[in-house]
């Protein structure tokens, strides 16, 4: 093998590669630790487990944020760290690489991307949009004359798009996430119960709730946390339905946004949506409470591809493969 072409989904909170048959070969944070001398001391998941146990003068730090690049050397290095540098790479030339970005990534942004990727060791990268990568990855032909709608619900952003005849119709990126559904319970659980918890506490929290239904009366817990009165330790049990309170409005934004993304779209794509379906994508596609919720909310029938965090990194390898996909690139270095 002369050379071998990867796909490549660099989310802002996990790294998610895969090789030309579809199999993800990597899937870890998209995150860095350093110390007071600047020197790499974690890469990935290791970084990760790290966070909120670190010395004042440590680093944590995420090339991606909100799906845009934000650190163009930390993303080289994470990606040489965690692939590059690996003896397992086959191939007598360097490899190409199929990546996705976010629908409203600005052309700096997405050049950026690709030249960090070129610069860890590929030879050349090819370019495709987010919605498009995840339309294809879970199956759909979206080359049809039919109205298709996705919702990718990541770990910083969300995209919503309208796709038909292999274009998109309509694109949204909502201030939805799992980051803003941590800030709203962190802030609820400092302020009402007077307890300062870790990030990582708070997202094993919103994980668990969006895992059940909002009506269940069940308790998480013991959370353990630091009581701001004493600054001693503390211990805590929260319900499940209470945290959903909390939750709800932000809930019920992301419905109110997916509802104005129909607005202004032709009778006959809105009968093939309603028809069809909403394809939900992305990390939080995995909560099956969350997504009765939303079914419930919107009235219309939710469709969840199989292992729905990995069709982006997976679609992008499919458009790499088939011929009659390949205008949907749209640019290539």
């Known amino acids: 093998m002369l050379r071998n072409i990867f796909s490549l989904d660099a989310g802002s909170d996990v790294l998610k590669i895969c090789d030309k048959s579809g199999e993800i070969i990597l899937n870890t944070a998209n995150a860095l630790l350093k110390n007071a001398y600047n020197e790499t001391t ?42 590059f540098d690996k003896k397992n790479i086959k191939g007598l030339f360097k490899p190409y690489f199929v990546i996705n970005t976010s629908v409203n990534a ?44 996705i919702v990718i619900v990541g770990a910083e952003h969300t995209e919503v798009a309208l796709l038909s005849l292999s274009n998109v119709v ?56 630091i009581d701001k009165k004493s600054g001693l330790p503390k211990k805590k049990f929260i319900s499940v339905n209470e945290i959903w309170e909390v939750m709800l409005k932000q809930l019920e934004f992301l ?22 379906g909403i394809i939900f994508a992305g990390g939080l596609a995995n909560y099956s409470g969350f997504l009765d919720y939303i079914k419930k909310a919107l009235e219309i029938n939710i469709i969840v591809p199989q292992e729905p965090e990995f069709i982006c990194v997976r679609g992008n390898m499919v458009i790499q493969r088939n011929r009659s996909l390949h205008p949907l690139i749209r640019e290539v270095i």
């Open 42 to 83: 974690a890469v990935g998941d290791t970084a990760k487990q790290l966070m909120g146990k670190l010395p004042p003068d440590f680093r944590f730090i995420k090339p991606v944020k909100e799906g845009h690049i934000c650190d163009y050397n930390v993303m080289i290095q994470v990606l040489r760290l965690l692939f």
């Open 106 to 149: 600005t052309v700096v942004e997405q050049e950026a991307l690709c030249e960090a990727i070129i610069e860890a060791g590929a030879s050349r990268v090819y370019l495709l949009d987010s919605t498009v990568s995840a339309t294809v990855g879970a199956g759909i032909d979206i080359a049809e004359s039919k109205g298709n709608m």
């Open 170 to 225: 309509y694109s949204a990126t909502p201030d939805f996430s799992l980051k803003t559904l941590k800030r709203l319970v962190s802030f609820y659980m400092s302020e009402t119960h007077q307890i300062l918890l870790g990030e990582n506490t708070v997202e094993e929290m919103v994980k668990r709730t969006l895992s059940e239904k909002a009506t269940i009366d069940q308790k998480i817990g013991p959370i353990v946390g």
């Open 255 to 276: 419905v109110a946004s997916i509802r104005e993304s129909m607005e202004g779209i032709p009778p006959e794509l809105i009968k093939d949506i309603m028809e069809r």
